[in-house]
């Protein structure tokens, strides 16, 4: 996998044929995932193509960048990198961006060898999106995916970023390619909430945690005060990490919420679930 951090100025020189997967990719859901069939079935069915993907750094509404996301990008990376995408297209939006025309954004496409693209029915791109589809049909191979729906609403980062904040992990789990993660540095077994990120709704989660590769298994408390610190349990791993580790953080499900001050924290009681939540998944 190659990864470029591009600003449609920059020359980058691909002898490949890609086939590019277009979409705001703030999240990585079932729709997403959709797009990304696709493109490993072309790939299949000429293997001279490459799979290729544009993200944004950071999300993007109205033509503005978001205070909050619902991703961090080393994880929106690692997931990527798991689905076998030949190349990743970073771009750090700004005005030039934002305000390019939508044929010259299609002329960048053509600078990378971009013959084949897939997008889905609402993608819109360039100035005051004039950018659509049927654009993009005049100029490429073009394969257009239908709408991914749970409860007749569509998937989206917006709904994502809505179950996010009620804590409901075992829906965000259903629609996601993979399972809702971030990535904290730890102090001991306590760490600040990531900065800029949708918070959590406060509560007990069970959670898998991978330090230096390898995964251990236990409890999350998202503290009520956001000012203070939030904490992990593990079930396996009793001496502390080194202090600021890297640690990657999966939510596997909600044990229960953290409605008053003294649910806040993390009781013997919430240890013997994970244990038997743990020891049911091991079977």
């Not at 951090?5 to 920059?10: E, F, G, Q, T, V």
């Not at 995964?215 to 080194?242: F, T, V, W």
């Amino acid at each position: 996998m190659k990864i470029f951090n591009w600003d449609l100025n920059k020359k980058i020189e691909i002898n490949d044929p890609l086939v590019m997967c277009l979409g705001s990719f703030e999240t990585l859901h079932l729709g997403h995932y959709l797009l990304i069939k696709e493109a490993k079935s072309l790939k299949i069915q000429n293997p001279n193509l490459k799979t290729a993907i544009i993200i944004f750094k950071n999300p993007i509404k109205k033509g503005e960048i978001l205070n909050k996301k619902a991703f961090q990008l080393k994880v929106r990376l690692y997931t990527l990198l798991n689905l076998e995408f030949d190349y990743i297209f970073i771009i750090d939006f700004n005005n030039e961006i934002k305000n390019i025309e939508a044929k010259e954004f299609i002329d960048k496409l053509k600078e990378i060898n971009v013959t084949n693209v897939i997008c889905g029915p609402d993608f819109r791109f360039g100035f005051n999106k004039e950018g659509n589809p049927n654009l993009l049909k005049k100029h490429f191979s073009l394969i257009v995916t239908s709408e991914k729906k749970i409860n007749k609403r569509k998937i989206s980062s917006t709904l994502i970023n809505e179950l996010i904040e009620e804590g409901d992990i075992k829906t965000i789990n259903s629609i996601l390619i993979e399972k809702y993660s971030f990535i904290i540095n730890l102090n001991k077994f306590n760490f600040e909430y990531p900065n800029n990120l949708t918070r959590l709704k406060s509560g007990i989660y069970l959670v898998n945690v991978v330090i230096k590769n390898y995964e251990y298994h236990g409890l999350c408390l998202i503290n009520k005060n956001k000012n203070d610190n939030c904490q992990i349990y593990l079930l396996d791993l009793e001496i502390a990490p080194s202090k600021y580790e890297e640690v990657f953080i999966e939510f596997e499900d909600l044990l229960r919420n953290i409605s008053a001050e003294e649910d806040n924290n993390i009781y013997d009681n919430d240890v013997n679930e994970a244990i038997s939540y743990f020891s049911r998944k091991v079977k």
